[in-house]
Every structure is written in C-alpha cells, then in structure tokens.
T-cell receptor, first 113, second 110 residues
Framework: NAGVTQTPKFQVLKTGQSMTLQCAQDMNHEYMSWYRQDPGMGLRLIHYSVGAGITDQGEVPNGYNVSRSTTEDFPLRLLSAAPSQTSVYFC????????????FGQGTRLTVV | TQLLEQSPQFLSIQEGENLTVYCNSSSVFSSLQWYRQEPGEGPVLLVTVVTGGEVKKLKRLTFQFGDARKDSSLHITAAQPGDTGLYLCAGARSNYQLIWGAGTKLIIKP
C-alpha cells in the first residue's frame, strides 16, 4: 500500500521562485491537509480540504495556494518563496474529519536561500 | 501562543526506566491523539482518546485523558531503545482542525 506519497523529498529554492509540492493518496480519503513543521513549534496547518473541489485556510495560509481537483491529489503551491518558508512540509489524509487517524507522507524538506 | 503545551521538551533516560510525558491546555478538546515521529518520517498515530478520564493501554504505553478533556499524559513502562522518537499530542478543536503540541523528544539509551 502506497498510502500518502509526497514529492519531492528535498528542495532548495531561491527567494522569489515558485514551486509545487505534490501529494497523492490512494486510500480514497475525503479529508486532506498540509502542515509545516518547524523546530519547537509543532505542526501548523496551512490549508485543508474536506473533498474534491473544496479547500479552506488553516492557521498559516499566507504565501501558499492549494487546489483539489480529484480525491487523490492535493498539491501545495508556493507562489514566491521566502526564507521564512524554509521548513519541513507534511501532507496528511484521513477518512473523514478530525478524530479519525491521520496518515502522513514522508515530508518535503524545503530550504529557501 | 502554543495552545497545547508538552513537557518535557526533551528526555534522555536509560533502558528499563519509566517515564511520563504531559500534554496540557486551557482549552477543551473533543478528542486528543498521540503520535510518534521518527527522523525523516511523518507522524504515526498511537492512540485517540475521546472520553474524559479515559485510559488506554498499548503494550507498555498507557495514555490518559483528563477528566475535563484539557490535558493528557503518556506513561511508558520499562522503556526500550525502540521507544526513541518524537512524541506529539494533537487536540481536535473543531471538525477540521487539529492543534498540535511542539513535541517531546525521547531518547532511550541501551
């Protein structure tokens, strides 16, 4: 079982560049989310989706866009990278809303120079 | 402002010792989850507690949800090197958002 697949695993960007972090799940989960993890701060929710065509903002959405055209895919776009976006990014999916098990990808370590 | 405070932030103990990790908040949560994360990997769910006062056991790990559903603890008996990792608690604030603690980094020395 593939579960949640994130690509790339590592990425270095220059300030001002844009890129898309890919996330795909094969468990037919309705709920998907993107987090960033920074030392000493835990996981912070960037954006989430409760189903295809539906997205909403989390705690730290500025500088990021998402879309959900299919149940399987939930890409995260960095519009104009800034050093403050240096972080480890995790995509997660769950069968339904909060309280059910969240399955995480392996993460993308992003460095913005 | 961290809505979920985890303590200690770091713990290094010898194999065979017991330990307790705490997760505290001033907010009430509908449920609380504990995850373990290993380097280079995403968090993996250990347990979900829902009812105030609930106690769940997973082999040598015992999880408790406070009566008021504002805090939780994780107790490990006879810790093993395989227990090493980052332990994260996460509280459900609404149907669609989890609030995460900063984590407790646990090292068990052989």
């Amino acid at each position: 079982n593939a579960g949640v697949t994130q690509t790339p695993k590592f990425q270095v960007l220059k300030t001002g560049q844009s890129m898309t972090l890919q996330c795909a799940q094969d468990m037919n989960h309705e709920y998907m989310s993107w987090y960033r993890q920074d030392p000493g701060m835990g996981l912070r929710l960037i954006h989430y989706s409760v189903g295809a065509g539906i997205t909403d903002q989390g705690e730290v959405p500025n500088g990021y866009n998402v879309s959900r055209s299919t149940t399987e895919d939930f890409p995260l776009r960095l519009l104009s990278a800034a050093p403050s976006q240096t972080s480890v990014y995790f995509c997660a999916s769950s069968y339904r809303e909060i309280g059910t098990e969240a399955f995480f990808g392996q993460g993308t370590r992003l460095t913005v120079v | 402002t961290q809505l979920l405070e985890q303590s200690p932030q770091f713990l290094s103990i010898q194999e065979g010792e017991n330990l307790t990790v705490y997760c505290n908040s001033s907010s009430v949560f509908s449920s609380l989850q504990w995850y373990r994360q290993e380097p280079g990997e995403g968090p993996v769910l250990l347990v979900t507690v829902v009812t105030g006062g609930e106690v769940k056991k997973l082999k040598r790990l015992t999880f408790q949800f406070g009566d008021a559903r504002k805090d939780s603890s994780l107790h490990i008996t006879a810790a093993q090197p395989g227990d090493t990792g980052l332990y994260l608690c996460a509280g459900a604030r609404s149907n669609y958002q989890l609030i995460w603690g900063a984590g407790t980094k646990l090292i068990i020395k052989p």
